[in-house]
C-alpha cells in the first residue's frame, strides 16, 4: 500500500538553526514526491517537487531510493519558515495525491 | 484568474442537517478533488473526479456525496451531518503534478 510517513509532528528550532523535516515512504514503483506548505491562515500551496530539483526559498529534497525518504532541508531557518509542512507521494499514472500527515516548524527568534 | 474558490468559508450545522460546499477552478483542470483536514491526521482524501462526469472514492468517503457539475465545479455533499464531520475542506485541482488548493471550509457540525 502506498503511505507517506512525517514522524514528527512538531519541529522546534532557533532563528538560523539548521532544519530537516523528515519524510518516509512506501511504494513499489516510481514515485512522484513533493512538499507542500500551509503558512498560518493560508491555503496549500507546492514548495518543491523532486523531479525539478529545484530550491525553493532555501529549502531542497533529495529523493532516496534506498531508504524511501524525501527530507525537506534549510541550512539556515527563517522565522518566516514557521508552517505546515506536508510531504506528499503520487503514484505512477494516477491522479491520487497521498499526504503525510504533516509536521508543524516553529522558528524562534 | 481566481484559481480554485469555495464557498462558504465558515458553517455551523447541527447533527442531521444537510449542506452543501462549492468549489470551482477557473484553470481548465480536469482533475478535482475535496480532502478533509484533522489535526494530526494530515490531509485526507475524500472524493475525486479524474475528469468530467467521473468520481470515485478517496480515502473517507463515508457520510459524503459529490457531484462534478461541469469541468469547473465539484460540489461536496453532507446528507446527515455528524458531529465526526467537523474538519476544515479543502477543494483541490491538478494539472501537470501540481495540486492548487482552495482557501478552505472551516465546518462545525454540533
Known amino acids: 500500500a502506498q503511505r507517506v510517513t512525517q514522524p514528527e509532528k512538531l519541529l522546534s528550532v532557533f532563528k538560523g538553526a539548521p532544519v530537516e523535516l523528515k519524510c518516509n515512504y512506501s511504494y513499489s514503483g516510481s514515485p512522484e514526491l513533493f512538499w507542500y506548505v500551509q503558512y498560518s491562515r493560508q491555503r496549500l500551496q507546492l514548495l518543491l517537487r523532486h523531479i525539478s530539483r529545484e530550491s525553493i526559498k532555501g529549502f531542497t529534497a533529495d529523493l532516496n531510493k534506498g531508504e524511501t525518504s524525501f527530507h525537506l532541508k534549510k541550512p539556515f531557518a527563517q522565522e518566516e519558515d514557521s508552517a505546515m509542512y506536508y510531504c506528499?507521494?503520487?503514484?505512477?499514472?494516477?491522479?491520487?495525491?497521498?499526504f503525510g500527515t504533516g509536521t508543524r516548524l516553529q522558528v524562534f527568534p | 484568474n481566481a484559481g480554485v474558490t469555495q464557498t462558504p468559508k465558515f458553517q455551523v450545522l447541527k447533527t442531521g442537517q444537510s449542506m452543501t460546499l462549492q468549489c470551482a477552478q477557473d484553470?481548465?483542470?480536469?482533475?478535482m478533488y475535496w480532502y478533509r483536514q484533522d489535526p494530526g491526521m494530515g490531509l485526507r482524501l475524500i472524493y475525486y473526479s479524474a475528469s468530467e462526469g467521473t468520481t470515485d472514492k478517496g480515502e473517507v468517503p463515508n457520510g459524503y456525496n459529490v457531484s462534478r457539475l461541469n469541468k469547473r465545479e465539484f460540489s461536496l455533499r453532507l446528507e446527515s451531518a455528524a458531529p465526526s464531520q467537523t474538519s476544515v475542506y479543502f477543494c483541490a485541482s491538478r494539472d501537470l503534478g501540481e495540486q492548487y488548493f482552495g482557501p478552505g471550509t472551516r465546518l462545525t457540525v454540533t
Open positions: 484553470m481548465n483542470h480536469n482533475s
Open positions: 506528499a507521494l503520487s503514484a505512477y499514472n494516477t491522479d491520487k495525491l497521498i
